[in-house]
């Protein structure tokens, strides 16, 4: 596994050889004021996390670039149970793009309000 830009790899199962015909995940993760932006070498695309099967040796490298200082990015988490999604679903977004939050509560929970950048109990958001 190589890097371009700032970011690091993980593969599971981590381990030095593989055998035939098995499968490997590979998770990239940007640091803070990077994006993922793709694969390269014996992968392609930008699907994360990637599945390689291992049929034969392999020299894969994540790239990642640096966001635009015109460009957020938008971390969301939850209290209780629920889950928040988020619409479009980017890793980063434009100054003065519109983005619409919808908090959904699991079994026996109530969507009770936003915090921190955001605030209020209108749902979407």
Same mark, same amino acid.
């Given at each position: 596994i190589n890097t371009i830009g700032d970011g690091t790899v993980a593969k599971t199962p981590s381990?030095? !050889?593989y055998d035939?015909?098995?499968?490997v995940s590979l998770t990239a993760t940007p640091a803070t004021g990077y994006r993922f932006a793709g694969w390269g070498g014996d992968a392609s695309g930008t699907a994360n996390p990637? !599945?390689? !099967?291992?049929?034969g040796d392999k020299a894969v490298t994540a790239t990642f670039e640096a966001i635009p200082a015109s460009e957020y990015s938008l971390a969301v988490s939850t209290t209780g149970g629920g889950a928040v999604s988020k619409s479009p679903d980017r890793a980063t977004y434009t100054a003065g793009s519109?983005?619409?939050l919808t908090a959904t509560p699991a079994a026996g929970y109530r969507f009770a309000g936003w915090g921190g950048d955001a605030s209020g109990a209108a749902n979407p958001l």
């Open positions: 381990q030095e !050889t035939a015909g098995s499968a990637l !599945t390689v !099967t291992m049929d519109a983005v619409s």
